[in-house]
């Protein structure tokens, strides 16, 4: 009998347990409990053939570990000589936005895999450019004189094109993320159709509700993002139901000349109340994409 790889642990003497192991069956017998990341270095070093089966702990199903997403690393193409020589890729922090390759996969801290071409969000700079927004263009109301309250108009105006351009960012990072995981819409598509009023609401269904789709489905079967979280797809769904209202009723108040600002009025109580609900709503979906962009931004530890 041909000796077993000596990296291996040894056989397992009862049925797998534990949240995360992964097992193998080599010569009839079940080895484990290994991580996805020793599970890969035995891969790599055809310690374990594409055809050995493996499992994971949970009481998944046995399969060939050729179908493990990133356990086996890509096999070259064949270049003919009439063939140009593809440049290697220069991806790093300083280019965000470049289509990521295989190669920029790699492991993370335990458990994960991280972009090292993918910058981190942060939804605290999110929030805070809204809140400036908002202060300013409140406390203008109630300025009396006229240059001052021009000038927090202006300032207001600034604090929203910074949390507008920022919100944009951080979606074209979420769709860069995604070409990993076989995504065809990529970041510049997604955020171009959302700067086309009353259009972008119905484009939100594919920017954002599609992406938490994709997320989930990511979450679900790539072993290297066991750790992260899945986002609520019913909040993705609702968003661009919401929205749309929204600018259906900011261009009614356009035309009738009527903006709602009076919370005593119970004609502006209803609009206003939903432009809350319609930012709270999409303040939560951007709080979930940060998170999953973050996840896969995180540094080796």
Same mark, same amino acid.
């Given at each position: 009998m041909a000796e077993l790889p000596k990296r291996l642990p040894p056989p397992s003497q009862s049925a797998p347990k534990g949240p995360a192991g992964w097992f193998c069956e080599l010569s009839g017998k079940v080895h484990g409990p290994l991580d996805f990341r020793s599970l890969k270095e035995l891969a790599v070093s055809q310690e374990i053939a594409k055809d050995t089966l493996v499992w994971k702990s949970d009481g998944s199903d046995k399969q060939k570990a050729s179908t493990i997403l990133g356990l086996f690393p890509r096999a070259k193409p064949k270049r003919?000589?009439?063939?140009?020589?593809?440049?290697?890729?220069?991806?790093?922090?300083?280019?965000?936005?470049?289509?990521?390759?295989? %190669?920029? =996969?790699?492991?993370?801290?335990?458990? !994960?895999?991280?972009?090292?071409?993918?910058?981190?969000?942060?939804? &605290?700079?999110?929030?805070? %450019?809204? =809140?400036?927004?908002?202060?300013?263009? !409140?406390?203008?109301?109630?300025?009396?004189?006229?240059?001052?309250? &021009?000038?927090?108009?202006c300032l207001g105006g600034i604090a929203g094109i910074h949390w507008l351009v920022l919100g944009l960012t951080y979606l074209h990072r979420s769709w860069d993320m995604m070409h990993m995981f076989g995504a065809q819409l990529n970041g510049s598509k997604a955020v171009r159709f959302m700067l086309i009023p009353l259009f972008n609401a119905l484009w939100s269904f594919v920017a954002l509700y599609s992406w938490a789709r994709l997320w989930n489905h990511s979450q679900r079967t790539h072993p290297g993002l066991s750790l992260a979280s899945a986002v609520w797809k019913p909040f993705f769904f609702l968003f661009p139901i919401v929205f749309l209202v929204s600018q259906g009723l900011i261009l009614m108040h356009f035309i009738a000349k009527d903006w709602p600002t009076d919370l005593t009025n119970p004609n502006h109580q209803i609009p206003l109340g939903i432009f809350a609900f319609t930012i709270a709503l999409g303040m939560f979906c951007w709080f979930q994409m940060t998170r999953a962009i973050n996840f896969l931004a995180r540094k080796k530890s």
């Open positions: 003919t000589d009439s063939q140009k020589p593809v440049p290697k890729s220069r991806l790093s922090d300083d280019d965000p936005y470049a289509t990521p390759r295989a %190669s920029t =996969i790699q492991d993370g801290p335990p458990g !994960g895999l991280y972009l090292p071409h993918l910058r981190t969000s942060s939804f &605290l700079h999110l929030f805070l %450019s809204f =809140i400036a927004m908002s202060a300013l263009i !409140g406390g203008a109301f109630q300025i009396a004189e006229r240059d001052i309250r &021009l000038i927090t108009f």
